[in-house]
């Protein structure tokens, strides 16, 4: 699927993006309950005074990765669409909603994937000026890449991976 058309724009933050990761983490939970679990609200939207796409990225962490056949049809019953690693190996990236309401990104220990996640909305949390520097910088990519997910999403990537390894991102 490409998800290249739709208007990137970035919105004030909204505790009502609080609730709708809440209720998701809830229906997620019971259909993830047969595989050991964990979910946890990340990016942008789980950060209070973060601008944001108005899209709710929620992390699941499995035993196996390899038990992702068995839950991509329950997850089909929550409308969530699976579109495999999208470009990002170890990771199954499912989508819900349209207009787009939902991200979930399921993975194992077996990547770094989590950790990074986690950290950088932590760090996100935790440090006013490092979020306003991302809020510019996604901003100033939001306007060069304004209906191109894809490309925006990769312009990003220097940014975060620069906070994760412990640099201050330029």
Partial sequence: MNIVGYKI??????EEWVTKFEREKELLGRTLAPHRHQIEHIGST????ALAKAIIDIAALIDSVQLVPQ?????AGLS????GEFGLPGRHFFIKGDPRAYHLH???ATTDHWQR???FRDALRNDAELRKQ???SKAD???IYHSNHEKYTAAKSSFINAMIEGRRPA
Avoid: C, F, N, T
């Avoid at 839950?71 to 997850?75: A, C, F, K, Y």
């Avoid at 969530?80 to 579109?83: A, E, L, P, T, V």
């Fill in 9 to 14: 724009e970035l919105v004030p933050y909204s």
């Fill in 46 to 49: 789980a950060v209070r005074d």
């Fill in 71 to 75: 839950i991509v049809q329950p997850l």
């Fill in 80 to 83: 969530y669409q699976h579109m």
């Fill in 106 to 108: 399921i993975v194992d």
């Fill in 117 to 119: 996640w986690i950290k």
């Fill in 134 to 136: 991302y809020e510019r």
């Fill in 141 to 143: 990519l939001a306007g």
